[in-house]
């Protein structure tokens, strides 16, 4: 989803797919990702792999509601196809994509397929019986495009030779991924972080330099990064129309429009935006209203943010700053005065930033949003009338 981000800022008809089982429209972080992205209207086809089964569960007993019922009730369009057909699930990819990049909006489709073997090596499968399951080979991909090629005038031998070049090629690649040389133990932490950009030391300002608030420290940073680089966006609760929960962003909105955006009440989607869009390329900063709501979104840092740069060999970017604030003594309560960077700073992958001057927030802000790696950008908001000096970038 973040990825269609991406491509409606830049205006360059990028079209975005996510992949998913049956069993993850379960999931809160599939409806919220719907639910954006039918309001923003975003280039996204949501394809569903409906193979009868999440884990040992089958689909029939996990939804109360079909996918088609589910996508009415958020306002998307929703397609079924033969996941089993070869050539019928290409031309409806081919079909919806070309519905989604004219600027219809997204799009649920839903492949009804089967999965042949079990969740996981070793699994007895004993949730279905051996009937089920000869049942199904005779609508196998793979055998029924066979029979396809061959009614399209392609001989049988030749169906056998395309066959057996396709499992020559995966043997050869499977045992050349077997000679490689183990890799050596100090890669360990490769693409755990990149090297950042060094700034040079702004120098001290003059004894009789004007002051400013904290809180004017964080606009002035978020406004020279956006007016600076096209890459960077807002998106979060109420910063747009709002301004932010304490004004901080007031007038970005009218100034730089669609790069600041409003978004639902909902943290995984943010923080899943976020990450995506981080993936194509550009420098999302993404605000958290309140720290205390990070337990909402923990998967997409911890296991997205943190981890994605590292398990992909450092080829998925992540330039991604998580704005949000702290503090106890504003009459918020227990769940909104919580003091939880210790939880983040322990995450490899993710950097903690928690700035207590005017001065280090306008410059550590805008390092951060400069950072090719995942930053979480914590202000402490009973500092956000504190003045101080400027600092200079």
């Not at 009730?73 to 929703?78: E, F, L």
């Not at 499992?167 to 499977?174: I, S, W």
């Not at 958290?288 to 998967?299: A, I």
């Amino acid at each position: 989803m973040g990825a269609s981000v991406a491509s409606q800022i830049r205006a360059d008809g990028g079209l975005a797919v996510a992949f998913f089982g049956d069993g993850a429209i379960a999931q809160g972080a599939f409806h919220e990702a719907v639910n954006l992205a039918a309001v923003w209207q975003l280039g996204v086809v949501f394809w569903c792999e409906n193979n009868g089964y999440a884990e040992f569960s089958a689909a029939a007993t996990q939804h109360a509601a079909t996918l088609e019922c589910r996508a009415a009730g958020y306002g998307v369009d929703y397609v079924a196809v033969d996941g089993n057909d070869v050539i019928a699930t290409a031309s409806t990819m081919q079909r919806v994509a070309e519905a989604v990049r004219s600027g219809q909006g997204p799009v649920i489709v839903e492949a009804s397929t089967y999965r042949w073997h079990g969740h996981y090596e070793g699994d007895p499968q004993r949730y279905r019986s051996q009937d089920e399951v000869d049942a199904w080979k005779d609508r196998d991909p793979i055998a029924r495009h066979a029979r396809q090629l061959e009614a399209a005038g392609f001989s049988a031998e030749e169906v056998a030779s395309l066959e057996a070049a396709v499992a020559q090629e995966l043997d050869q690649a499977g045992e050349a991924a077997r000679l490689l040389a183990q890799p050596d133990t100090t890669t360990l932490g490769n693409f755990v972080t990149r090297p950042r950009p060094l700034f040079p030391e702004p120098p001290l300002p003059a004894l009789d330099a004007p002051t400013f608030r904290m809180m004017d420290a964080i606009h002035s940073a978020l406004e020279m990064e956006l007016a600076s680089d096209n890459r960077v966006f807002i998106a979060g609760i109420d910063v747009a129309a709002g301004g932010n929960v304490f004004g901080l962003m007031r007038g970005l909105h009218d100034t730089f429009g669609d790069r600041v955006r409003d978004t639902p009440i909902s943290e995984t989607a943010i923080m899943g935006l976020g990450v995506g869009a981080a993936m194509a390329g550009m420098r999302p900063v993404v605000e958290l209203m309140y720290l205390d709501f990070v337990g909402v979104c923990f998967d997409q840092l911890l296991n997205q943010a943190a981890k994605l740069p590292f398990m992909t060999g450092g080829t998925a970017q992540m330039s991604l700053t998580v704005r949000t604030q702290f503090g106890a003594g504003r009459s918020s309560g227990s769940q909104h005065s919580q003091s939880l960077e210790a939880l983040l700073a322990h995450i490899p992958g993710l950097s903690v930033v928690m700035p207590s001057t005017p001065a280090d927030t306008y410059g550590l802000l805008r390092a951060a949003i400069q950072d090719p790696n995942p930053v979480v950008f914590i202000e402490n908001r009973l500092l956000y009338g504190m003045k101080g000096p400027p600092a200079t970038f």
